[in-house]
């Protein structure tokens, strides 16, 4: 037996490690395609204008240095070692961080947060992973340092304006990551293609560049749709290739031109370039910065692959490859003063310069594809968290989560994309722009986690101002630097950002007010008790599934319609699917199903919780689980309970987390959708299609009780007579009296988002003939 039982952990220890392996070597082609393409732009961009080499060759080693040292702090140091250990369940990015922040201080973007909210899993597992043991040194949990973060906790909780700050910091490094989604794909493919000026002349190269560059990236994005897992198999291989080009290169250009180019990885030549450049070498460190382009992906796509994985990925394949092909690309430019241009080809020898050109057009492509896709999944988290209006999200893989396409923000970044290459034509000014959003989204990062250590870790205010001093000074280094060239091309990312931001505070702040009216004016649930034949109302067969934003209460839009058309279904459910600031969200937990008001009235307020990264099921499966989610409730005892809910917060203890599973027996049936009232209008025969949904049958079971039979019996009954949407479609207006800049982000701002934005995800594909929309105007 103990035989037996060591062959099967080695046997699992050898499958462990494959797949640790195989992780490690997918993260090559997802998260690092840009930072790998970084140094086709980096020298270029550094000695465009404002300084030149000279024979002494400070200039080129103190670039090397600033290069080496950058990337050594910033991408090992900080990232590899102390970020990505502040995952938010095994997710990582801007808004993870700021999602850590909001659970642990109780703030938060969503207005519908209940106290239930923080019994899911998610929410157990962020408070088990702030034990201390993620940053290096020192003991876990002092008291002082408790004692401090009760303190900043309470000032945050305390003051809103501090509140409204921070989410304004953290869409503006959300705002810059899709800025930098705009002008990665141009820089990577315009550097790229940059190697034909090298076989051509200068005005044929004119004439040729930009051309192509734009032929390559409007093919890049008409492929999204695809998905990344359909080339994704070529991803890995092609960064492998390109890494190791780069590095067989960079051998060889040191061991050719400069073996002695290693002392430049002295600090002390960082002292030389400055003091002997000045204002221009203070100014060259916009495209110095450039070297890092891409490092955020390390962290923004930790859900994708494990920690170990990424971190191994880039200390043993990608940081070395890295050094080294920046030292040949100095060695060889110390022996080479004369030369015109300055960029990566000039180092390829002659006789490899067009394999290598197809490589590294590849691995442009590749890069730009992360940075796209990354895109994606920012903008999905943001419209989950309710900072961005509703948009189409289509899943492009089964099995991968994360690879998603959106069709709007693809066609809208590809303009985007190719206004910025035709306009700029220019790998500088291309630069300046890339290098601005890239360090913005650092500088964000460094300062959000400064808050994540004192919070959630619970270490010492000591240590996270010595991160924040650290980091935040390379980085605001690098922010001047950057921003000093704002005519230059900086302004872009400024402009972007602007614009995205402006996008989505004006709707968070709509949704938000929008939200409080629903609360102001929502109906008591006595006033609905009170319905009945008495006064007019008939109750008819079928469900009746009432969209709502509110996890309690009775929203005015249905007494709206109640009061217009004095009848509602026979069994009535209050549904409100809302976001949850944790990124996934377990099916076992994902159903908050009560009761309104006593049994034999059959009204039920379900709701149903998604993570921001989670997937929300079409109409027919989501049907189908919350049909079975009331059934369980039923089943589990519901029904000898009474839950009058008035208030959210009391609600939290009179509903029940509901599994998804299917206690009930289930059959495929065919079946002809009823013609709508414009059918029967045009008094013809109407030949519907026919559809295929899942029929409901009570279990054979003697256990259960009657009165649980009976209702179980008339929900079955009712879902077999057909099920009604009443979807609510408001019109927003500012209220007489409120200020311009109210009135315009209101009236005209979020309207316009409003109108143009996707409905309820489950509500997509529902027949119109099954639809009552219910027009209201909110005045806010």
């Not at 509901?658 to 009930?664: A, E, K, P, S, T």
Request: with cysteine; proline share 4%; charged share 15%.
């Amino acid at each position: 037996m103990d035989l037996e039982s060591g062959r099967a952990a080695s046997t699992a220890k050898r499958e462990s490690w494959r797949e640790f392996l195989t992780l490690a070597y997918q993260s090559l082609g997802v998260v690092y395609g840009d930072l790998s393409t970084s140094p086709l732009y980096v020298y270029k961009s550094t000695f465009a204008d404002d300084i030149e080499h000279s024979e002494g060759n400070e200039e080129i080693y103190g670039v090397l240095s600033f290069v080496f040292w950058t990337l050594t702090l910033i991408p090992l140091f900080k990232y590899v070692f102390i970020v990505l250990r502040a995952d938010d369940n095994g997710e990582g990015g801007t808004f993870a961080l700021y999602s850590l922040i909001c659970r642990h201080v109780r703030i938060g973007l969503l207005p519908s947060g209940q106290l239930i909210d923080e019994e899911l899993s998610a929410y157990k597992k962020g408070d088990g992973n702030i034990n201390g043991n993620h940053l290096p040194g020192g003991p876990s949990i002092a008291s002082a340092s408790v004692s401090t973060a009760s303190r900043i906790k309470k000032l945050l909780e305390k003051h809103h304006v501090l509140q409204r700050l921070l989410l304004i910091f953290a869409l503006l490094g959300t705002c810059m990551m899709i800025g930098d989604g705009v002008l990665t794909p141009a820089i990577s493919v315009f550097s790229a293609v940059s190697g034909l000026e090298l076989s051509m002349s200068k005005e044929q190269h004119r004439y040729v560049e930009v051309p192509v560059a734009c032929f390559i990236l409007v093919c890049l994005f008409a492929l999204q749709h695809y998905g990344t897992h359909r080339v994704g198999f070529l991803f890995a291989p092609i960064v492998v290739t390109w890494l190791l080009c780069i590095s067989i290169i960079g051998v060889y250009n040191i061991v050719h031109w400069n073996p002695h180019v290693y002392r430049a990885l002295s600090p002390y030549y960082m002292y030389k370039f400055l003091k002997k450049t000045q204002t221009g070498g203070w100014m060259s460190l916009g495209g110095i910065l450039l070297c890092i382009t891409g490092s955020e992906a390390m962290y923004a796509d930790l859900g994708h692959f494990s920690q170990l994985s990424v971190k191994v990925a880039f200390t043993s394949v990608v940081y070395p490859s890295l050094i080294l092909a920046y030292m040949g690309q100095a060695a060889y430019l110390s022996q080479h003063h004369t030369i015109d241009h300055i960029g990566f080809y000039v180092s390829v020898p002659e006789q490899i310069r067009w394999p290598v050109l197809a490589i590294a057009i590849l691995a442009a492509v590749v890069g730009s594809q992360a940075v796209i896709t990354g895109t994606f999944s920012i903008i999905k988290q943001c419209s989950a968290l309710g900072c961005f209006p509703r948009v189409k999200i289509m899943h492009t893989s089964s099995s991968m989560h994360g690879q998603i396409y959106i069709p709007e923000i693809n066609w809208m970044l590809m303009i985007l994309c190719l206004a910025v290459t035709v306009g700029f034509r220019d790998t500088k000014r291309l630069g300046n722009a890339s290098g601005l959003a890239v360090i913005t989204v650092m500088l964000v990062t460094t300062c959000l986690m400064s808050l994540v250590i004192v919070l959630c870790w619970h270490k010492s205010i000591f240590l996270a101002l010595c991160f924040l001093l650290l980091f935040g000074t390379i980085e605001a280094f690098y922010f001047s630097a950057s921003l000093i060239k704002f005519l230059e091309g900086a302004w872009v990312p400024i402009a972007l950002s602007f614009m995205f931001m402006i996008i989505m505070y004006i709707w968070h702040y709509g949704t938000l007010k929008k939200y409080e009216f629903d609360v102001q004016n929502k109906v008591s649930i006595s006033w609905l008790l009170n319905l009945g034949p008495s006064l007019g109302i008939v109750r008819v067969r079928g469900i009746g599934l009432i969209h709502t934003e509110l996890v309690s209460g009775i929203p005015a839009i249905f007494s709206h319609f109640v009061t217009n058309l004095p009848a509602f279904h026979q069994v009535l459910i209050f549904l409100c699917v809302k976001s949850v600031p944790v990124p996934y969200v377990q099916p076992e937990e994902r159903f908050l199903v009560g009761r309104i008001g006593p049994k034999e009235h059959r009204i039920y307020r379900v709701i149903v919780r998604y993570g921001y990264r989670d997937e929300q099921k079409d109409d027919s499966a989501f049907e189908k689980d919350l049909i079975s989610g009331i059934a369980e409730f039923i089943r589990s005892g519901g029904s000898d309970r009474n839950y009058f809910i008035e208030d959210a917060e009391k609600s939290c203890e009179k509903m029940t987390v509901v599994g998804i599973g299917h206690h009930l027996c289930e059959e495929d049936v065919e079946f002809e959708e009823a013609p709508g009232p414009s059918d029967l209008a045009m008094r013809s025969p109407v030949i519907l299609p026919k559809r295929k949904r899942v029929r409901f049958l009570l279990p054979k079971s003697p256990q259960l009780d009657s009165g649980v039979r009976d209702e179980l019996q008339e929900l079955m009954e009712a879902r077999e007579a057909g099920m009604s949407f009443i979807l609510g479609n408001s019109y927003t207006r500012a209220k007489n009296g409120s200020g311009f800049i109210k009135r315009l982000a209101i009236n005209y701002g979020y309207e316009f988002l409003r109108r143009n934005s996707r409905g309820p995800a489950y509500a997509a594909t529902i027949p119109h003939a099954s639809t009552l929309e219910v027009g209201m105007v909110y005045h806010v």
